[in-house]
């Protein structure tokens, strides 16, 4: 069955640039019927969706987030990943990469990757 | 503050039923989506779309919605429902996702 698996560093210094990879199994990230999707977790605090990616090129992104996130696809490795610039201590968070589709016009997240959690601390 | 509103906390006695609502303006025109959260682990989706619940998820969960609110409603708690909840759907704009604040569960 299809898997998502997060990577990257689990501690960034402020001001510095996070960077998180997805990696799918069992799937492709070239399928157009789904949007590759971040969203992140503060240590006991709900959710919040940062952005996708869809149609292998298109981009929508939270726009609290807009102007410091990027999602990007790496097609060759089948990975999506997410860069998120001047990260403060309130970018602590556990931050988890999702499938998304849509059902009768309305977004649903039915797959994803276990989570991990970046904390940001010099 | 999120476009969705959710209560903070609800409890319900085991075998009961509990409602558990999600509040906002999109909701008029998006279904909700339902999310089951135990701690330390991803979330599991439990209701989503036109009221579909997904492939090994229990008949005693549903969802609802009227007007503004949507509602994923536990038929005969069991213990092990006892969890964070969070609905999402879009923003108000429509182009844009978000999540309900959560709920906390628990199972007296």
């Known amino acids: 069955q299809v898997q998502l698996q997060e990577s990257g560093p689990g501690l960034v210094k402020p001001s510095e640039t996070l960077s998180l990879t997805c990696t799918i199994s069992?799937?492709?990230?070239?399928?157009?019927?789904?949007?590759w999707s971040w969203i992140r977790q503060p240590p006991g605090k709900g959710l919040e969706w940062i952005g996708y990616?869809?149609?292998?090129?298109?981009?929508k992104y939270n726009p609290s987030l807009k102007s410091r996130v990027t999602i990007s696809v790496e097609k060759s490795e089948n990975q999506f990943s997410l860069k998120l610039t001047s990260v403060t201590a309130a970018d602590t968070a556990v931050y988890y990469c999702?499938?998304?589709?849509?059902?009768?016009?309305?977004?649903?997240?039915?797959?994803w990757g276990q989570g991990t959690l970046v904390t940001v601390s010099s | 503050s999120s476009e969705l509103t959710q209560d903070p906390a609800v409890s319900v006695a085991s075998g009961q039923t509990v409602r558990i609502t999600c509040q906002g303006d999109s909701l008029r025109t998006s279904y909700a989506t339902w999310y089951q959260q135990k701690p330390g682990l991803a979330p599991v989706l439990v209701i989503y779309g036109r009221h579909n619940r997904p492939s090994g998820i229990p008949d005693r969960f549903s969802g609802s919605s009227s007007g503004y609110t949507a509602s994923l409603t536990i038929t005969g708690a069991q213990a092990e429902d006892e969890a964070d909840y969070y609905c999402?759907?879009?923003?108000?704009?429509?182009?844009?996702?978000?999540f309900g604040g959560g709920t906390k569960l628990t199972v007296l």
């Open positions: 990616m869809y149609d292998s090129g298109n981009f």
């Open positions: 999402n759907s879009r923003d108000s704009s429509g182009n844009h996702l978000v």
């Open positions: 069992g799937g492709s990230v070239s399928s157009g019927s789904y949007y």
């Open positions: 999702a499938r998304a589709a849509y059902d009768s016009g309305s977004p649903y997240f039915d797959l």
